[in-house]
């Protein structure tokens, strides 16, 4: 592939967006959901259609979640689809859900593909190679050499179906970067790499825990690309903060749960057997309960996650996920990202959330919305921290990073913005060890700053007033670990 095709899958411009969850349609019928995420701000959703609902017999097709979900579009958002090679009949592990595995016959794979890609060409600009395949059993039940097998099949069939879309390599998640080079997951990509250099437009990287994180995760997979001679774009098609594993009391406890829920392996996880499960007595229900019962000696950064947490607690746990769902945002964005998906929208279906699920413990919480009357009608705090965000980022053209020298620990990002004044972004990291206050209750520090515009209004990330000043051609002012938006008037 040429350097002039490569860049043609250069996202356009700035877009922030939100993932609908791993299971559209799947588990109940296909709601609605792409006006919620629109009034948010969200200029892209990510959403999964498994091969199980598209053909779940040979040659017999269903539409109804692709155009259920083509039905929502107004034209003016961007369209991303993990497409998943899950099927009963198709795949060598026979399930309607996960784990994705090789399909029996790469000819049939081909021809799901371009009646999918075909159904939705000119609406549809992104498709992804099913989902962190290196995370083996659990998202892709096979190896590299065959998820590389599979991919260069749906790359072909997306270009005879819809030449202008651009395929999206399966995601890089935790599992990969939080190991080192030549970890088994490392060592998926590689081959993934060497062998599929050709087969893909984007690079997609899963960014979750602290966002100080962020630029060293996305220059670790440009470097891996360009060991292998294939660097792309890179898009965050999946982000969020905090997760247990990201504080070290948590993530102790964390893997205590993971060993005793996970002791016989990862299981075929389809709707029936789900659904089977809930009602079972399984070794990852058992874990979850006997880490329920102790709930009381938990560490508080632990807790926090767990349904049922003290309100202060809970509070607590909102004023981080939206000081680093800016912070993430942010940092991608400076590092040259233009697309950047915030992990979730809502749960994937309406009712009581099962406490006894890792993955909800893991990522429950993150969810914007909520359900009330079936209806995706309540706005978590970090609903409207990601819509404040989106509107002060309309129209970006580019987000640096400033380092300045003083005070220290000072964060500090420019956006050029088409057709407004300018937008400073600031806020002081706070590193504290202490399990009750997470930085928040130390005191703000002054900043004084170079500022082109002779006033200014500020906003922090909950939405709050904040006092700015401008004299002599400098902005005054004193943040904490909160983001600030300083807007030129």
Request: net charge negative.
């Amino acid at each position: 592939m040429t350097q002039a095709a490569t860049d043609a899958y250069e996202p356009p411009g700035i877009r922030l967006g939100v993932v609908r969850g791993v299971s559209y349609g799947l588990f109940g019928p296909p709601g609605t959901f792409v006006p919620q995420a629109r009034s948010l701000g969200a200029g892209i959703v990510r959403a999964y259609v498994y091969w199980s609902q598209v053909e779940p017999e040979p040659g017999r097709y269903r539409w109804e979640a692709v155009d259920a979900l083509l039905g929502q579009l107004d034209g003016d958002e961007e369209v991303w689809i993990t497409l998943c090679s899950s099927s009963p009949w198709a795949t060598r592990t026979s399930t309607d859900f996960l784990p994705p595995s090789p399909a029996h016959d790469l000819d049939a794979y081909a021809e799901f593909v371009r009646r999918v890609v075909g159904r939705c060409a000119g609406r549809v600009r992104y498709w992804q190679c099913d989902n962190e395949p290196s995370n083996t059993d659990l998202l892709w039940a096979g190896t590299a050499d065959e998820y590389v097998a599979q991919l260069r099949v749906m790359y072909a069939a997306v270009k005879e179906a819809d030449p202008a879309a651009a395929v999206v390599l399966g995601g890089c998640g935790y599992d990969v970067l939080s190991g080192e080079a030549g970890s088994e997951p490392w060592r998926f990509f590689e081959q993934v790499l060497s062998g599929g250099r050709d087969a893909f437009d984007l690079f997609d990287v899963h960014l979750y825990g602290d966002a100080a994180s962020v630029p060293a995760h996305i220059e670790a997979v440009r470097e891996l690309m360009r060991a292998h001679g294939c660097l792309r774009p890179v898009v965050v098609g999946e982000y969020g903060a905090p997760v247990p594993f990201e504080f070290p009391d948590a993530q102790a406890v964390m893997y205590e749960v993971f060993a005793e829920a996970f002791a016989g392996g990862a299981q075929v996880q389809s709707t029936q057997e789900l659904a089977a499960r809930a009602r079972q007595d399984t070794p990852e229900r058992r874990a979850m309960a006997a880490l329920y019962a102790r709930m009381p000696q938990l560490p508080p950064r632990l807790v926090m996650f767990m349904e049922g947490c003290p309100p202060e607690l809970e509070a607590r746990r909102h004023r981080i996920n939206c000081r680093q769902l800016v912070a993430c945002t942010l940092e991608a964005l400076a590092a040259g990202v233009r697309r950047t998906l915030y992990w979730n929208l809502a749960p994937e279906v309406p009712g009581p959330a099962d406490p006894l699920q890792i993955m909800h413990l893991m990522f429950g919480k993150l969810a914007m919305l909520g359900y009330r009357d079936g209806e995706l009608a309540v706005r978590h705090p970090a609903a409207d921290t990601f819509a404040l965000l989106a509107a002060q980022l309309a129209g970006a053209r580019r987000v640096t990073r400033v380092r300045p020298g003083d005070p220290p620990g000072l964060y500090a990002f420019e956006v050029e913005r088409a057709g407004r004044g300018p937008l400073l972004v600031l806020w002081n990291r706070r590193d504290t060890d202490d399990d009750t206050a997470d930085g928040e209750e130390r005191p703000p520090v002054a900043v004084s700053w170079p500022w082109p515009a002779s006033a200014a209004t500020a906003v922090d990330a909950f939405g709050e007033p904040h006092a700015v000043e401008v004299r002599d051609r400098r902005l005054r002012t004193a943040v904490s670990d909160t983001p600030v938006f300083v807007s030129g008037t």
